[in-house]
T-cell receptor
Framework: GESVGLHLPTLSVQEGDNSIINCAYSNSASDYFIWYKQESGKGPQFIIDIRSNMDKRQGQRVTVLLNKTVKHLSLQIAATQPGDSAVYFCAENEYGNKLVFGAGTILRVKS | DAGVIQSPRHEVTEMGQEVTLRCKPISGHDYLFWYRQTMMRGLELLIYFNNNVPIDDSGMPEDRFSAKMPNASFSTLKIQPSEPRDSAVYFC????????????FGNGTRLTVT
């Protein structure tokens, strides 16, 4: 197996606080974006998506913001809970090309 | 909805053995994807199918890897012969559309080749 792996950025937040997870994407032609949550031992779980004709979309306790000018995507989680602890991935898609996943960010929620 | 179902959850095998991973996609999803996840490379797309037909297998690392989808509710990923560097978590995912549609992942098969 591998002995060296990716060192993912880690965000530590206090339970009840809001979390903001950031993602810089690379392809200016990407027109569809997705956020996934991956808990230990599980597959990536779809959280929320957004198309490039929008700059904000809200779900239950989550908001995704898209800034196409600087190619930046963020996921805001309101009132973070211990169950939100996981690795969060952004993914970008240009029509006609493969979905490209970011490396991920570890979210740790302190009780 | 049962979600994407993969089996087995864990597979430990010796180098040189054949390994078969299985996937049942979500009913009504026309697209099925096989991904591999490692610490070094993250999530890599291996192959995807549309209506049971392989469309893009450019991510399949070597001829040792093969995938089939005999019907809309079943797919396999086979590695023969397996090697230690194949050790990874293999995910199957399905979606309704190829683009502008989220992929729904199974819980993966953790493969260890000794």
């Amino acid at each position: 197996g591998e002995s060296v792996g990716l060192h993912l950025p880690t965000l530590s937040v206090q339970e009840g606080d809001n979390s903001i997870i950031n993602c810089a994407y690379s392809n200016s032609a990407s027109d569809y974006f997705i956020w996934y949550k991956q808990e230990s031992g599980k597959g990536p779980q779809f959280i929320i998506d957004i198309r490039s004709n929008m700059d904000k979309r809200q779900g239950q306790r989550v908001t995704v913001l898209l800034n196409k000018t600087v190619k930046h995507l963020s996921l805001q989680i309101a009132a973070t809970q211990p169950g939100d602890s996981a690795v969060y991935f952004c993914a970008e898609n240009e029509y006609g090309n493969k979905l490209v996943f970011g490396a991920g960010t570890i979210l740790r929620v302190k009780s | 909805d049962a979600g994407v179902i993969q089996s087995p959850r864990h597979e430990v095998t010796e180098m040189g053995q054949e390994v078969t991973l299985r996937c049942k996609p979500i009913s009504g999803h026309d697209y099925l994807f096989w991904y591999r996840q490692t610490m070094m490379r993250g999530l890599e797309l291996l192959i995807y199918f549309n209506n049971n037909v392989p469309i893009d297998d450019s991510g399949m690392p070597e001829d040792r890897f093969s995938a089939k989808m005999p019907n809309a509710s079943f797919s396999t990923l086979k590695i023969q012969p397996s090697e230690p560097r194949d050790s990874a978590v293999y995910f199957c995912a399905s979606s309704r559309e190829r683009y502008n549609s989220p992929l729904h992942f199974g819980n993966g098969t953790r493969l260890t080749v000794t």
